[in-house]
């Protein structure tokens, strides 16, 4: 046992040499500071996902999504021309540590806020109030919402807490669980599944892509309500008060319709109850 | 620690790994030896389809070939082997690990019928024994007590790559269940080594087990 | 033996049309699951033109995808092949140690890391780990998971390799190093283990197949992989059907590549061999992991 400790250290070392090695380009940006606006030559880090349509995808050396364009917008208010961000890719796993570790300022990443996840960062937001719903074909009329699932078969990602809700609710849904949503996707356009399931904003995302135009639709009944927070350093109330006017004057002049418009209206989608939303109070 | 085994199926996952293993390699000890057959048999094009089949699934991922099964196999193709989704999965598990491994198995038993020496071959054909017999009745028994160390560490591996499955059977698989486990509960050195000891019970005896019984079967020259 | 030539006679004018009739048999069985495969994607909607054109007609599907998956395939392996090789030397000579305590540590770390599945390492390490760990910039954390998982497994393996092939060279080898004075440890570096890392040659790159397939099991850590990229190029295009067919016929070509590339090793280390030690048959048998 303990051997194999030693064993570890020395290779997680001999990792860290060679990690550090191969960073090259984005050495050391200093001791961010977070809370003030003042732009400038300063670029301020934000982490998004790469890999949803419609919410936050890196297409060549471009980002689009809802995602993006609210981040762009709140960047913008706290005084960051749209050159000085920098992108960083946000995988679910890895979000809390991007933050407390002050890899990133700001998580625009399909980020739910949960008394869990407070513990140990904090929220600006709710942004925007997404639900859980299902994704079916557009000639498909014979799925309504998860009830009528019943012998249907339904894709999820393995561990999804919306598969498992539906499982609860109707035993006789028959899963498939795939690594990706794209993957349930093809399946999906293929006939190989019924639905798909997960936050209509995901789905919908999927179903605004040009190439599925007119082939998907998102069914309309949410089963859940998922608050998406913009995520921040853990008691940076100056930053998080910052963050919070930036949502309502976005919500104010029209541009947090006009996000939501431009990256998920194209199928049909339009925001469930309770958007747009009031964000939180900072505390 | 004890709410970790209280809570997650870990004996379940593992029996998960038994199943696929002791299915599989009898699916890919089946599939290798035709392989083999295919590739020194006399018919040109049986050969190429041999040669072909090792070199393909050989280089391809496992990873790959896992999550075909159930996007292009099931969904493209339409061959779905249970209506139930996680019983289909599991099968195209079984079947995938099959197929993957056979290549090796395959590999392996060339690496044995190489230890014949060429008089064995000649004898039967002077005996006039034809290219099926003198495979079935004199080489490959060689072969397959010539190559078990080597079929052994296909074992190994077989069992080993069970985890790949968790693409698609998710938690129910062990590699699954140790991601959902630490994705839940944090990291924890004794759950890692609850399921790395899992693992070395299963491979270590066979291990020790094939380098023996390779030592006290091998044809005596 | 070279089983083709012993292993059937010459076929005669029978056995000879029976082949002709096997083969066309064959050859159309082929050509029917190649046209049912057809078919079927087609009517799976999965031969639509946008899903397959732009692999040809936009730079960026290799630009932004493709080629840097590649690329992070390449630099997890090389990374990986290092300092598997390091570990494999270090825990190979102290298998071979005189003192019992190092071998037995040795021992248990190589045995160990051999029967450990490598995905079950690089979801530990990862989500158990290297995710949450605050020293390291987190765009690393998978190339950090992979990496150490496949350098512990390879580097095992390796060891094993170092040992059999140290073991393989003849004892006068030892004995003549012994006999000039060297002491054991000056033995095993200066004399033993030079050859057996030549011996070890042709295994070595046969390992760096199986590492190069192995980084595809990043893709469970999110690590950028060909196998990773081919996902989020089939997120981005809707063509995730073609891109994972691409991915694997350029996972197929590379590892052909190489595994063609260790048997011209392993021929031109024979034919001008010196050195006593035969490259094992364990490596050829260390393949399918």
């Given at each position: ?47 998004i996902k790469?890999d949803q349509p419609g919410l936050g995808l ?7 999504g809802m995602d993006v364009d609210m981040a ?18 946000a995988p679910s796993?890895?979000r ?11 998580i625009f990443a399909t980020y739910s806020i949960t008394d869990e996840r407070k513990?140990?960062v904090?929220f600006a937001g709710p942004y925007f109030v997404a639900g859980q719903d299902l994704l079916v074909r557009a000639?498909d009329s014979s799925i309504t919402g998860p009830d009528t699932l019943d012998?249907k078969k339904l894709c999820s990602v393995t561990g999804s807490t919306s598969a498992q809700k539906v499982k609860d609710q109707v035993p006789?849904v028959?899963l498939q669980e795939f690594?990706t949503y794209s993957?349930c996707v093809?399946?999906l356009?293929?006939?190989?599944v019924d639905a798909l399931t997960t936050d209509d904003t995901i789905l919908a995302g999927y179903a605004s892509q040009?190439?599925y135009?007119?082939?998907l639709k998102v069914v309309g009944q949410t089963f859940s309500e998922e608050r998406y927070g913009v995520g ?12 919070t006017?930036?949502i309502n004057?976005m919500i104010?002049?029209?541009?947090w319709q006009k996000a939501v418009d431009d990256n998920l209206g194209k199928a049909g989608y339009t925001p469930g109850a309770g958007n747009p939303p009031t964000p939180d109070?900072?505390? | ?221 | ?234 997120s ?54």
């Amino acid at each position: 046992m303990k051997t194999n400790r030693i064993g570890l250290v020395a290779a997680a070392a001999v990792l860290a040499l060679t990690a550090s090695a191969c960073g090259s380009d984005d050495g050391g940006s200093g001791g961010g500071d977070t809370g003030g606006g003042n732009g400038g030559g300063d670029s301020i880090k934000i982490g998004i996902k790469f890999d949803q349509p419609g919410l936050g995808l890196k297409q060549g050396n471009d980002y689009t999504g809802m995602d993006v364009d609210m981040a762009k917008y709140v960047a913008g208010e706290l005084g960051y021309e749209e050159d000085a961000i920098e992108w960083v890719q946000a995988p679910s796993a890895q979000r809390e540590n991007l933050i407390s570790t002050g890899q990133v300022q700001l998580i625009f990443a399909t980020y739910s806020i949960t008394d869990e996840r407070k513990e140990k960062v904090s929220f600006a937001g709710p942004y925007f109030v997404a639900g859980q719903d299902l994704l079916v074909r557009a000639d498909d009329s014979s799925i309504t919402g998860p009830d009528t699932l019943d012998g249907k078969k339904l894709c999820s990602v393995t561990g999804s807490t919306s598969a498992q809700k539906v499982k609860d609710q109707v035993p006789g849904v028959n899963l498939q669980e795939f690594g990706t949503y794209s993957e349930c996707v093809a399946a999906l356009v293929s006939n190989g599944v019924d639905a798909l399931t997960t936050d209509d904003t995901i789905l919908a995302g999927y179903a605004s892509q040009p190439q599925y135009e007119g082939k998907l639709k998102v069914v309309g009944q949410t089963f859940s309500e998922e608050r998406y927070g913009v995520g921040l350093k853990k008691d940076d109330t100056e930053l998080c008060q910052q963050v919070t006017d930036a949502i309502n004057k976005m919500i104010e002049d029209g541009s947090w319709q006009k996000a939501v418009d431009d990256n998920l209206g194209k199928a049909g989608y339009t925001p469930g109850a309770g958007n747009p939303p009031t964000p939180d109070a900072c505390s | 620690m004890g709410d970790i085994l209280r809570n997650y199926d870990i004996l379940g996952a593992f029996w998960v790994t038994i199943q696929l293993s002791v299915l599989s390699a009898v699916g890919a000890l089946v599939i290798g030896t035709v392989i083999a057959v295919l590739r020194v048999s006399p018919v040109g094009i049986l050969r190429t389809i041999g040669s072909l089949y090792v070199n393909l699934i050989r280089n391809t991922p496992l990873t790959l070939l896992m999550a075909f099964s159930i996007l292009g196999m099931t969904f493209i193709l339409g061959l779905q082997l249970d209506e139930q989704a996680t019983r289909n999965a599991y099968w195209w598990a079984v079947i995938m690990l099959a197929v993957y491994h056979a290549a090796f198995v395959c590999e392996a038993l060339r690496s044995g019928v190489n230890t014949i020496p060429a008089g064995q071959a000649e004898a039967a054909r002077s005996i006039g024994l034809t290219f099926a017999q003198s495979m079935r009745e004199v080489l490959l028994p060689q072969a397959f007590r010539g190559s078990i160390a080597p079929l052994g560490s296909v074992l190994i591996a077989l069992i080993k790559n069970t985890t790949v499955a968790a693409v698609i059977l998710g938690t129910a698989e062990s590699a699954g269940l140790l991601a959902e486990i630490t994705e839940n509960e944090g990291a924890s050195l004794p759950t890692f080594f609850i399921f790395a000891l899992g693992f070395v019970i299963l491979t270590l005896p066979i291990g020790i087990a094939t380098t023996n019984l390779s030592r006290r079967l091998s044809v005596k020259r | 033996m070279s089983a083709e030539t012993v292993l059937f006679d010459a076929p005669g004018p029978k056995a000879r049309l029976r082949h002709r009739i096997l083969t066309g048999v064959g050859a159309l069985l082929v050509l029917l699951a190649l046209w049912v495969v057809y078919r079927k994607m087609d009517s799976a909607n999965q031969l639509q033109g946008f899903m397959w054109e732009p692999f040809v007609t936009d730079k960026a599907v290799w630009t932004a995808y493709l080629l840097p998956g590649l690329w992070e395939t390449a630099k997890a392996a090389a990374a990986s092949v290092v300092l598997a090789g390091a570990f494999g030397i270090i825990f190979g000579m102290g298998r071979l140690s005189p003192f019992r305590s190092v071998r037995w540590v040795s021992s248990v770390v190589v045995e160990f890391f051999r029967s450990v599945p490598v995905l079950l390492m690089m979801v530990f390490f990862f989500f158990g780990y290297f995710a949450t760990a605050s020293w390291l910039p987190n765009q690393y954390a998978p190339f950090a998971a992979v990496v150490l998982a496949l350098t512990l497994y390879n580097g095992s393996v390796i060891a094993e390799l170092v040992r059999s092939g140290v073991h393989s060279l003849p004892k006068g080898q030892s004995e003549a190093g012994m006999s000039i004075g060297l002491t054991d440890f000056q033995t095993l570096r200066i004399v033993q283990l030079p050859q057996a890392l030549r011996a070890m040659l042709p295994a070595l790159v046969g390992q760096l197949v199986v590492v190069l397939k192995d980084t595809a099991l990043g893709t469970v850590v999110l690590y950028p992989e060909l196998l990773t990229s081919a996902k989020t190029l089939g997120s981005a295009y809707a063509n995730t059907v073609p891109a994972y067919l691409v991915a694997a016929f350029l996972f197929i070509v590379i590892n052909y590549l190489l595994t063609r590339l260790a048997s011209y090793v392993e021929g031109f280390m024979q034919r001008k061999k010196r050195s006593a030690g035969t490259p094992m048959a364990a490596a050829s048998a260390a393949g399918p992991a």
